[in-house]
Each structure stands twice: as C-alpha cells, then as structure tokens.
C-alpha cells in the first residue's frame, strides 16, 4: 500500500486473530509495528514473526493508563506513532437474559471502553503532528445485531457512532479515524464458538453467500487500505468485510 513504509503503527489484540493478522500485514507493508496485548507471549511471536522492525508490549486495553504508557513506549522503541489499529475484542455468546452483569461490564470494557481509550492515548501526539490514521475493528454484529450477542452487538455499534464523531473532530488536524467490520471470521474465538455449539457455527457459514468464513488476512487486507495514503481522503467510514452477509 502506498505510503505505509517506515510508518509507525501500534496494533492491539496482536496476539492472535485479526489482530495479529493485521500487524502482520503491516509490517510486510513496511511499518514498525508495535504487537500490544494483554497475552505477552502471543505479542512476542507475532513481533518476532515480522522481524527488527516489531516490538512486543503487555498492556489491557480497558485503562487509559496503561494505553497512555504503551504509546509512550512504542515511540521510544519505534518512532512518533502513525497509525493505530483497535482490534483487541472479547464476547461470550449466551441469550441475553442468561447473561451476567459481569460480561457485560467485560464485553464493553474490553470492545467499546478500549477503543475508546486506545484512541484517547494516541491522540495527542497525530494532533500535534498533523497527521494519522486510526482504524477500529467493530463487528457486522454492530451494524444489524446478533442474536447472542446483545450487549456485544450494542458495544460494537457504539465503536461506530464513536470513531464518525471523532472522525469529524480532529479531520481538521489531517487525521482520519475509519471503522472495518468483519463478518463470521476464522479466529481462536470463532474456533471456540463453533466448538461449543456446531450447528450455530453450520448455520454461520450457509448465512454466508460465499459460503465460507472470511480469513483474518482478508479483514487485515482492508484496515491496511484504510491506513494507507490510498485512503488519504476516506474518513469517517465504515466498510463491512462480510463475503455479502450483510448489506448495508
């Protein structure tokens, strides 16, 4: 993608799934990508996987604090920071009214809270500079509901109404702020979903009219344009990357 060389971008949930996906194909793009997760370990495999030009760094996404601290260090390590890219996601599925208070304060903290605070924490220094790109990962389930997944549904869709606000506040500092939905992905936490009950993950894949899940590497393929100068006047938007379950 044109432009995306030499930048510096810091990724969370780098561990696994999209999120590692996307700090893959960043650092194949040519970025300095700082791997942040709450899963040490998984974020050292991915920063060694794309070589010197990587970090690895521990942080939960739910505090301010600990995002402030991690963009601090990936500009120690790496450089002023350029793009920033929201993935870190959690979700039980369960009916609602088994739900717990518990997962719903954990489904927001960690989805909504921590896009939230990721954005916050990197902020300061694209303002100052003139320019970024922050791409948030939401959900399909954000843009027409999940049965299943209400209060996820809710979080994720409050990612979009969020990331078009802030889109609209700071464009005038030459940063864009744009959302990418995934569909049904093929994840761990996928993976997990369907194991626990097969016949929601069968029903999944026939919903789909490509018929098969999407790979992280095509969600990653998209929030990678979005970061790029090819997007350089794309903002506010969001892109569903669903193979057509929905469309909207």
Do not use: H
């Amino acid at each position: 993608m044109r432009g995306l060389r030499d930048k510096v971008a810091l990724v969370t949930g780098a561990a696994s799934g999209i999120g590692r996906a996307v700090a893959l194909r960043l650092g194949d793009e040519g970025c300095r990508v700082a791997a942040v997760d709450l899963n040490l370990e998984g974020a050292q495999a991915t920063a060694a996987e794309i070589g010197e030009s990587a970090c690895a760094l521990q942080a939960d996404v739910s505090y301010l604090s600990a995002m402030r601290e991690a963009v601090a260090a990936t500009e120690t390590a790496l450089g002023p920071l350029d793009v920033l890219v929201s993935c870190a996601g959690w979700d039980r599925v369960q009916p609602f009214v088994e739900s717990s208070e518990e997962t719903w304060d954990r489904v927001i903290a960690i989805n909504l809270k921590g896009v939230i605070t990721c954005t916050r924490a990197a902020l300061d220094g694209m303002m100052e500079r003139g320019s970024g790109a922050i791409v948030s990962i939401s959900s399909d389930a954000g843009r027409v509901g999940s049965s299943g997944e209400v209060v996820y549904s809710g979080a994720k869709a409050g990612i979009i109404g969020f990331s078009k606000a802030v889109a609209r506040e700071v464009a005038r500092y030459n940063i864009r702020v744009n959302v990418v939905c995934p569909g049904p992905t093929d994840t761990p936490m996928m993976e997990e979903t369907r194991r626990a009950n097969p016949r929601l993950g069968d029903a999944l894949v026939r919903a789909i009219p490509f018929r098969r899940l999407a790979r992280p590497e095509e969600v990653a393929a998209a929030v990678a344009f979005f970061a790029s100068e090819e997007a350089a006047y794309v903002t506010g938007q969001t892109l569903s990357v669903s193979g057509g379950l929905t469309m909207v």
